[in-house]
Structure formats: C-alpha cells, structure tokens
C-alpha cells in the first residue's frame, strides 16, 4: 500500500450492479448461482436523508439488495423515481456493474475523505445519509476517471433501523446446481494498464501490483466464442483485502476486453470465483443457455489451470469460473 496515496483503501467492502427489476434479478442470482436470500430495502426518505445529487439537494426513490458472498457484500439497485446515479448509468451503459465501495471509521473520517478526492477534481455524483440520524451514516459516489470506475466510500454500522423484506422468503437451500461461496476477483477493463495501475497506487494506495503478459506460452488452448483464437493480452493483478482487483487490457488478437471497451468504454467488467473444474462449470452453465464467450488454459500443464468468461444476462453481468494456479512467477513481467 502506498503511503503517500490521497486514500488508504484496505478492502473492497462492497460490489454493485445498476439493475431494472431488482426482485427479479434476486431470484435469477438464488437460481443460478446459489446467491442469497437478498434483503431489500426501499431507499428513501425518511431511511436516506440530506441527499445530494451533483453537489445539489434532490429527492428520489431506489430500491436495493444486499447479500453476502464470502467476505464481500452484493448489491442490486433498482431507480425508481427522480434523479439518481444508477438512472443515469443505466440509460448511458445499460444494467450492469456500477461501482465498488470501502468502509471509513467514522462520520468524520467519511467527510474528510469524500473532501479529498473532490479537492483533487474527481466530482460528486450522488451522496447522502441513512440509518439513525443520530449515528450519520452515510455515502458518496465519486467518479474518478483515472481508475476507471466509480467508488463510494462508505460509514455504515449493523443496524438501518428499519426491517428489510426477504428474497427468496425461504429456508430451503437455493436449487441453483452451482453454489458461489466466495467472490476471489473483480476486473476492469482499461486500455493501459500500467497507467492504471500507477493512477490506483496514487489515488487510493492500491497496490503492489503484479504485471503479465497474457499470451502463449503462459496462456494455452484459447477460445473466443467456442472457436479457437490466437491473442495477447496484458494484466495487472493486486489484493485488496479479500478480493483481487485485476486490470486487463486486450492488445492483439479477438478478445472480449477489446470488446467491451468498444461497446462501453473502460470499466468494470466481470467478477470471477474459485471452482476445482472449470470444464464441468461449463458444462453446467450452458445446460441453463449460458455459454462460455472467452477462455482458455494457463500455467504449467500438470496444474491444469483454467479461465472461461460466460456472460450470464439474467444476472446482469459477466462470470469467471477460475482453477487457480499455484505458481507462474516465470511468467511475471514486472512486480
């Protein structure tokens, strides 16, 4: 972690996805990939308060839900009514992944912050307080462009004080044939990564970060979209907390990275977890019509490593299935 960075985030809190029907997409997640019951909130007054929407006082209505995978908290959120953030990306984007978010210590500590980054002209989305007005609570969305994604630092405490409504309401164990445990990674795709990598040590104080060339020999039996394909890619890998943040970076050759950039511009792109067969994953999703869009095999053979991208649209974003390695430190460009 970079001692000199305007921010010290230590963990990744918080993944969220910009949804149109947040119920629905709930239910998609508990049948698919075992994630849930959701609890859901209506996210508006009296719960939020002094709320602001480009520096100015506005009124609106969401709808969220949170759940737990692992360490890292899931959430859906739905606009419902006037200005908002997730409005916004949704009519520009479509659904999809929105933001990420850390914890702050304290209402202080949260202001001191969200000050910071606005002072070092990263502007001010959406921002507000929630919860017991007497505990402030409270959250900020802030577009930082040089990291390529929006991050909201967070002051939050166990209790909303209001009950939420549960989805599925069930106590049966979800049908889904696949049971996500742990989110191991997020990613985004950037058309430079050692310039983002440097902007994220700068900024937030992320980092070291671990640098390869994704290609052959390291990268093998390559598919994109079930055809084979020849491609070079470059990555940038780092811990935050529990969570590896990756930044990726198509440079020849089919890949989906180049794709999305060209679809969407730089951002967030896919979650990945941990599984032991990524062949078998497969199998599985495209049994419920969700196929493999990118993948291939990594590292030495007798680990049998393996990656594949599978674009799950009932969840509003792309999956990973990964086999992780032990060891390709042969094949680290730079650290």
Known sequence: MTEDSIVKVKAINQIAIAVKDLEMVAENYWKILGIGPWEIYDWEEPLVYDREYYGKPAWAREKIAVTRVGSVEFEL???????????????????????????????????????????????????????????????????IPPLRTIWE??????????????????????????QVKDINQLAIAVKDVEKVAANYEKILGIGPWTFFDWEPPLVYDRKYYGKPAWGRDRIALAQVGDVQLELMQGVEGPSIYKDWIEEHGEGLHHVNWLVDDVDE????????????IQGGKYGPRDQKGAYSYIDIQPLRTIWEPVCEIEDVHGHVVKE
């Open 77 to 143: 959120v739905q606009p419902v009514d006037g200005p908002s953030v997730y409005g916004d990306w949704i009519e520009k984007h479509g659904e999809g992944l929105h933001h990420m978010n850390f914890l702050v210590d304290s209402s202080d500590e949260f202001e001191k912050i969200g000050e910071a980054l606005v002072r070092e002209g990263f502007p001010s989305l959406q921002r507000g307080r929630y919860g017991p007005s007497k505990l402030k609570y409270g959250f900020h969305y802030i577009d």
């Open 281 to 292: 994953t497969e199998k599985i999703l495209a049994k419920e019509g969700f196929s493999s």
């Open 153 to 178: 630092p967070v002051y939050e405490g166990e209790d909303f004080g209001v009950k939420p409504t549960i989805v599925p309401d069930t106590k049966a164990k979800s049908p889904a044939k696949i």
